[in-house]
């Protein structure tokens, strides 16, 4: 808990646009001491784009950020990065070398580069990621961009945190329908094929056009770029197509769908954590008694209001942007 002079100090310093202001209040929100915070500057956020990108271990991703962040720069725009890391599964300790691809943008006062381990979150994200692309829109930052951790097809998070979702492939992967498979698939507004002098780039262009002929797009269609992210080739038309798809955000209105999408996550986030600290208390001390587990399940949640048989989800529905043809 942060007393009322501390939070006084350091909402000066935000407001002041101090780095280390903002460095310190996702410090307090990565520990579960940021709710004064975001209170105080909530109202403050909605101005900045936001863009997730995400994609399989390997494809270049912090390259692309890098090179996105250039080209944001080159605009006249700050920018705010989220690399979220991969942390172990024992310690929750992570790497965080994703700021190693980042190193020419550390000296730029107008790039504010933050490395955040997952500590076993799951869906590419670290549980204060939302807090932390919220406290970095609030600074004024112009443009948010969300790197995260890699895990293949449970990374739909991101497609509920960011305004514009980027899925970066690589050709030659060996896996590439395996990756563009239902899942990860329906949450892209633009395809990235990175690492485009591979000698197998255009057959996976191929496969992720085929891919898009079996869904239904609820109006807007991913565009699919090809880029080589070390040379910079193809992030101009990357850079373009993030603009084209804010501009349809925006004249459509359903900027204000994805806004409402980014609140919900944090919102269930934020319950969720409370309600699995509860959760695990309880285990801890509950005496199965000779119940089953989905009778001490029922047990547990009737104490959170929540009554009736649990039942197991079997539900595979696609995400809302887009769904498979002739099955949704």
Do not use: C
């Given at each position: 808990?942060?007393?009322?002079?501390?939070?006084?100090?350091?909402?000066?310093?935000?407001?002041?646009?101090?780095?280390?202001?903002?460095?310190?209040?996702?410090?307090?929100?990565?520990?579960?001491?940021?709710?004064?915070?975001?209170?105080?500057?909530?109202?403050?956020?909605?101005?900045?784009?936001?863009?997730?990108?995400?994609?399989?271990?390997?494809?270049?991703?912090?390259?692309?950020?890098?090179?996105?962040?250039?080209?944001?720069?080159?605009?006249?725009?700050?920018?705010?990065?989220?690399?979220?890391?991969?942390?172990?599964?024992?310690?929750?300790?992570?790497?965080?070398?994703?700021?190693?691809?980042?190193?020419?943008?550390?000296?730029?006062?107008?790039?504010?580069?933050?490395?955040?381990?997952?500590?076993?979150?799951?869906?590419?994200?670290?549980?204060?990621?939302?807090?932390?692309?919220?406290?970095?829109?609030?600074?004024?930052?112009?443009?948010?961009?969300?790197?995260?951790?890699?895990?293949?097809?449970?990374?739909?998070?991101?497609?509920?945190?960011?305004?514009?979702?980027?899925?970066?492939?690589?050709?030659?992967?060996?896996?590439?329908?395996?990756?563009?498979?239902?899942?990860?698939?329906?949450?892209?507004?633009?395809?990235?094929?990175?690492?485009?002098?591979?000698?197998?780039?255009?057959?996976?262009?191929?496969?992720?056009?085929?891919?898009?002929?079996?869904?239904?797009?609820?109006g807007w269609v991913p565009e699919l770029v090809t880029t080589q992210a070390t040379t910079g080739e193809g992030i101009d038309a990357l850079w373009d197509a993030i603009e084209k798809h804010t501009a349809y955000l925006n004249e459509t209105g359903e900027i204000e769908t994805r806004r409402r999408e980014a609140f919900a996550h944090q919102v269930r986030q934020l319950a969720m954590g409370k309600l699995q600290k509860r959760l695990e208390h309880d285990l801890r001390v509950e005496s199965p008694g000779g119940l089953d587990p989905y009778a001490l399940a029922d047990r547990i949640?009737?104490?959170?209001?929540?009554?009736?048989?649990?039942?197991?989800?079997?539900?595979?529905?696609?995400?809302?942007?887009?769904?498979?043809?002739?099955?949704?």
């Amino acid at each position: 808990m942060i007393n009322e002079s501390t939070l006084d100090a350091l909402l000066r310093d935000f407001e002041a646009k101090r780095p280390r202001a903002l460095a310190r209040a996702i410090s307090l929100s990565e520990s579960g001491h940021g709710a004064a915070l975001i209170r105080h500057l909530y109202a403050r956020t909605g101005r900045a784009m936001t863009i997730g990108l995400t994609g399989p271990p390997g494809v270049g991703k912090s390259t692309l950020s890098s090179a996105l962040v250039k080209k944001a720069r080159s605009l006249h725009k700050s920018v705010g990065v989220i690399s979220v890391d991969p942390s172990s599964p024992f310690s929750h300790g992570a790497l965080l070398g994703d700021r190693i691809r980042l190193t020419e943008h550390f000296t730029d006062p107008d790039v504010f580069i933050r490395s955040m381990a997952s500590r076993g979150h799951l869906g590419g994200l670290s549980g204060a990621t939302a807090d932390a692309v919220a406290l970095m829109d609030a600074f004024g930052l112009d443009v948010v961009l969300i790197e995260t951790v890699g895990v293949g097809q449970s990374e739909i998070e991101i497609a509920e945190l960011a305004q514009t979702t980027l899925v970066a492939l690589q050709p030659g992967s060996g896996d590439s329908i395996q990756v563009i498979k239902a899942g990860i698939m329906e949450i892209a507004d633009i395809f990235v094929v990175n690492k485009a002098d591979h000698p197998m780039a255009n057959q996976l262009r191929r496969e992720i056009r085929s891919m898009m002929e079996m869904l239904d797009f609820a109006g807007w269609v991913p565009e699919l770029v090809t880029t080589q992210a070390t040379t910079g080739e193809g992030i101009d038309a990357l850079w373009d197509a993030i603009e084209k798809h804010t501009a349809y955000l925006n004249e459509t209105g359903e900027i204000e769908t994805r806004r409402r999408e980014a609140f919900a996550h944090q919102v269930r986030q934020l319950a969720m954590g409370k309600l699995q600290k509860r959760l695990e208390h309880d285990l801890r001390v509950e005496s199965p008694g000779g119940l089953d587990p989905y009778a001490l399940a029922d047990r547990i949640l009737s104490r959170f209001g929540v009554h009736g048989e649990v039942e197991e989800d079997i539900s595979t529905a696609a995400h809302p942007r887009a769904s498979v043809k002739g099955l949704m």
